[in-house]
């Protein structure tokens, strides 16, 4: 191996973040990633980015992370570079241009100027405050759509883009720009600050790591995304729980029986079969306001598991509660389109649209008690944020009576259960109440609590 021992420490410093981000990169990737940064030199940055990205990643979900990341540890540059002056108007003219030919390499510079002339903040010469944020405030590269857009046209009549699709294309172009100058200010930050404290904090965790409760549009639709896979690995780690319990216990008349055969030696245990029953399932689930993305990704993952189960039944609610079985069958065509739907069709509120744990577990009791039985496994989801209204305790112990088990998944933080009007802790003492506030926790309780 001849990797320079600069480029080394850098490449296990990039591997090391990449792990911190919940990544798994073992040793043979490693050594792959080394041996493909021998291969590929480090004359072509975007080539030898690819090259990484080949041997440590294990699918699409993970580039966001690993971009941002490779741009500390590999930087197109040190020091803040030699810039024209720092004239707006200027700027934005010969940006509307980079962006109309697509120049890359010319986008790339004047991203460094953006943050060089207009992304500085604080008095003091070795200050650290770099800011995209206030560069692209500053330059606006959005309101050049409409001109880059003429630009084009006149340059290409014929370049084949429909209107619609042009402003698309340059719509993308403006976000790679945004990109480069967030890159660049990364850059300049890691310089004085560090490089490892700035890949463990300013660089966005992966979709499955990210608090459902502060999730974004675009970080829940990711989510959707991984539900199909990630109901394939449960499945198959339920299914082999469920061959392991199947093996039974010893039948020790039987066992003594064959041990005739080889003069009372027990050579060959004979185990009791065991043929359980799959269990069913029923979830509970606060559709209301920002737990709403944890209720609506949980659904869609249980309804890609209903084949582990003899019977699945789905209840959302806010302060009513009405079955959505059927509305989730057919969530699984449009997952992005689940959420609307149960709260266009479903009964969920009464004459208030807060939620109300007590009034909606009251009515489940009453209504839909014979739903479960001692074969059922219940999962309770939401935050038990009762607006101060009565939290209904016997209805829950009610339920957990009927109940082979019950469990209740909270996607708020565990230090702030119990402050406000949160009733989590004297929910908790009657069911097993569990912090879950990332798809990664969700994957991990579900495989464990979930029956076989």
């Known amino acids: 191996m001849t990797t320079p021992a600069g480029v080394a420490e850098r490449l296990t410093s990039l591997v090391g973040a990449l ?14 990633a080394a041996r493909a940064v021998e291969e590929l030199g480090l004359a072509d940055r975007e080539l030898l980015r690819e090259g990484l990205a ?7 979900a993970q580039r966001p992370v690993f971009d941002p990341v490779f741009d500390l540890y590999f930087p197109r540059g040190v020091g803040a570079p030699g810039t024209e002056s720092a004239d707006r108007d200027d700027l934005r003219e010969r940006l509307a241009a980079a962006l109309a030919a697509n120049d890359r390499a010319l986008l790339d510079r004047l991203a460094a100027e953006a943050v060089d002339g207009f992304g500085g903040y604080g008095s003091s010469p070795a200050s650290d405050g770099w ?8 330059l606006r590269p959005q309101t050049l759509l409409a001109r880059v857009r003429e630009s084009v046209r006149a340059q290409d009549g014929g370049s084949g883009f429909t209107a619609r699709l042009l402003e698309d294309e340059i719509r993308r172009r403006i976000e790679v720009f945004r990109r480069m100058v967030a890159a660049e200010a990364r850059r300049r930050v890691a310089e004085r600050r560090g490089r490892d404290e700035i890949a463990r904090r300013e660089v966005a965790p992966t979709a499955d790591r990210v608090d459902f409760l502060f999730a974004g549009k675009a970080q829940l639709a990711e989510l959707r995304r991984t539900v199909q896979p990630l109901a394939r690995k449960l499945a198959t780690r339920l299914a082999a729980r469920r061959r392991r319990t199947s093996r039974g216990t010893i039948d020790l008349r039987r066992t003594l029986r064959g041990s005739l055969s080889t003069g009372g030696v027990p050579m060959r245990p004979v185990l009791r079969r065991r043929r359980p029953a799959r269990p069913e399932l029923v979830l509970l689930c606060d559709v209301s306001g920002s737990v709403s993305g944890f209720s609506d990704f949980t659904m869609l993952l249980v309804q890609a598991l209903h ?10 609610f806010v302060n009513r509660i009405d079955e959505v079985t059927g509305l989730l069958v057919h969530g699984a065509a449009d997952p992005e389109g689940l959420g609307a739907r149960i709260r ?4 969920l509120t009464g004459w208030h649209g807060s939620s109300d744990y007590g009034v909606a577990l009251g009515e489940f009791a009453e209504r839909y008690g014979d739903t479960v039985g001692p074969r059922t496994t219940v999962l309770i989801l939401g935050d038990a944020r009762t607006n101060m209204s009565d939290p209904n305790l016997p209805a829950l112990r009610r339920i957990a009576e009927r109940a082979r088990r019950i469990h209740w998944l909270n996607p708020e933080a565990g230090a702030q259960w119990g402050t406000g009007d949160s009733a989590a802790p004297a929910y908790a003492e009657l069911v097993e109440m569990h912090e879950c506030r990332t798809a990664r926790q969700l994957g991990a309780l579900v495989g464990r609590l979930l029956p076989v």
């Open 307 to 316: 084949d582990q189960f003899s019977k699945v039944r789905v209840f959302a």
């Open 19 to 32: 792990r911190a981000h919940g990544i798994r990169v073992g040793t043979g990737e490693s050594v792959d």
């Open 131 to 138: 800011s995209s944020h206030q560069a692209l405030d500053r």
């Open 54 to 60: 080949a041997t440590l990643l294990h699918g699409a």
């Open 344 to 347: 266009s069709q479903a009964v």
